[in-house]
């Protein structure tokens, strides 16, 4: 499946002239250097097909098109290649690695430089004329100030892909009206008797038995039994599908819906969360707790290490807290992350503490990794159909995920303090094959809300959205954000 494009005598003329000028300039800028013509035009159009190939790629996979947004994942690719290069695909690298071969083979080989039979003068005169046309396609274009409706497939639709790309692009530059915060308290409340709280974003959580009735209920048992003593639980309807855990991470921590925050909503960490945005973190900052963010990958990641301390977080445990052996496949595993999180409750006696946890074992690609002989027996009650491959590699992730929030519970029942567990997942994970297979999800995760004060009563099954989620919580805690 990929995302349909109106041709382009459907679309709005200024969504054309957009096209035309930004190929024209982009046209221009390597004609100035290279001085060959058909070499620009292949080069600018191995660029565009790479673009396209991504583009289709990136909506198989998360079911949303290529964005302007995502071409700072194209450096993250080369720091974090195992997260986003195995998605492309063999065949596509290999048509983006031809197509620029042949243009370099072209430029080199096939063509001389204009120069070599015409006057500086001329060229100059010619690339001038080239760039005019270009600037005055693009000023008309963007004049006409096209509406996008941050609907990344419908606007894509709209307006194709270079016009999207711009557009959300211009929409990157304003920030957006917030709401107006009330002032903080400017001293700290009496902390001694705040309740820890611990906040587990688990990576690609959701109870995987909605989707194939023969996976074992064991797989999740210590998981059903916090529910049945929960204050609340149920699903979550979450920002993100298969990938961009900021969404769902952002949405948490500020309380904001994806409305108010325009196109910022897709990255808010690319320049919204760096102005200081009001969030979970900062209030229970201000209240006296230590507010911890651990998470075992590479704090750089996501730009978290600058984002952070901006967002109230006093420290950041990243992968170098922990070791090659805490490792559970590819990606440090949920059970070494719990121990961590243990530790630093045992040091934390005379000051409440917020834990915000990252979870990383159940990230993809789930491809990569080979399913046990014993998988099969150990995790099913009746053996998945072909194609179920990743599947099998998710549940082995999902049944120390479930491992994970077991030791935690028990750590937090074990303490003195009154503790709160607060435990969701940002997405459902990437598995197309297995969604052909079988069914596809409807993209709700799953979340509950524990704590160990035996005062609180029970609530029934709640299908919440994900940015409400931090307020509630605080609500059932007594804290009013």
């Not at 004609?31 to 060959?36: A, D, G, H, M, S």
């Not at 673009?51 to 995502?70: H, T």
């Not at 709280?197 to 074992?216: I, P």
């Not at 990794?369 to 179920?388: I, R, W």
Request: aromatic share 14%; net charge neutral.
């Amino acid at each position: 499946m990929l995302p349909g494009v109106r041709p382009f005598w459907r679309r709005p003329l200024a969504s054309n002239a957009i096209h035309i000028g930004v190929w024209l300039l982009f046209f221009c800028l390597i004609l100035i250097i290279l001085r060959r013509p058909w070499f620009a035009v292949t080069l600018v159009s191995a660029f565009l097909l790479f673009i396209v190939l991504v583009n289709n790629a990136k909506f198989q996979s998360l079911r949303e098109p290529f964005i302007f947004q995502d071409f700072e994942y194209f450096t993250d690719a080369l720091k974090y290649p195992r997260l986003y290069l195995p998605f492309l695909g063999i065949w596509r690298a290999a048509v983006a690695v031809i197509a620029f071969g042949l243009a370099f083979y072209s430029g080199v080989k096939l063509e001389s430089s204009l120069t070599s039979w015409m006057s500086r003068a001329d060229f100059f005169f010619m690339q001038g004329a080239l760039f005019f046309s270009a600037s005055v396609l693009l000023w008309w274009g963007v004049s006409k100030r096209m509406k996008v409706i941050f609907s990344p497939e419908i606007d894509l639709q709209r307006l194709g892909l270079i016009t999207s790309l711009y557009r959300y692009a211009q929409e990157e530059l304003h920030s957006p009206s917030l709401p107006v915060v009330p002032a903080m308290p400017s001293t700290p409340a009496d902390s001694s008797s705040l309740p820890h709280l611990v906040v587990v974003q688990s990576e690609s959580f959701f109870d995987a038995r909605r989707l194939y009735s023969g996976v074992r209920k064991e797989v999740l048992e210590d998981f059903d039994k916090i529910k049945s003593a929960a204050v609340c639980q149920g699903q979550l309807e979450v920002a993100a599908w298969g990938a961009n855990t900021v969404r769902s991470e952002f949405a948490f921590l500020s309380g904001l819906s994806p409305e108010l925050l325009g196109v910022h909503r897709f990255n808010p960490y690319r320049k919204l969360a760096r102005q200081g945005i009001p969030t979970l973190a900062s209030f229970l900052k201000n209240l006296g707790y230590r507010t911890v963010c651990i998470h075992p990958y590479y704090s750089s990641f996501y730009a978290r290490d600058k984002v952070f301390p901006s967002l109230g977080f006093d420290d950041f445990l990243d992968i170098e807290s922990f070791k090659d052996d805490d490792k559970s496949g590819p990606y440090i595993g949920d059970v070494a992350l719990a121990h961590k999180v243990c530790a630093l409750l045992e040091t934390s006696l005379s000051q409440p503490v917020f834990v915000f946890v990252i979870s990383m074992e159940n990230h993809g690609p789930l491809h990569l990794e080979v399913v046990e002989e014993e998988d099969v027996t150990q995790l099913y009650s009746s053996p998945p159909p072909p194609g179920c491959e990743d599947l099998t590699v998710y549940l082995r992730h999902l049944r120390n995920a479930n491992r994970m929030a077991a030791i935690l519970r028990d750590a937090l029942q074990a303490t003195a303090r009154p503790s709160w567990l607060c435990w969701y997942g940002d997405h459902v994970p990437i598995m197309p094959k297995v969604y052909t297979v079988l069914q596809e999800p409807d993209g709700k995760t799953d979340f509950f809300l524990w704590t160990n004060e035996s005062n609180k009563s029970v609530d029934e099954e709640k299908i919440m959205n994900i940015q409400k989620l931090g307020n509630f919580l605080l609500h059932k805690m007594n804290l009013k954000w």
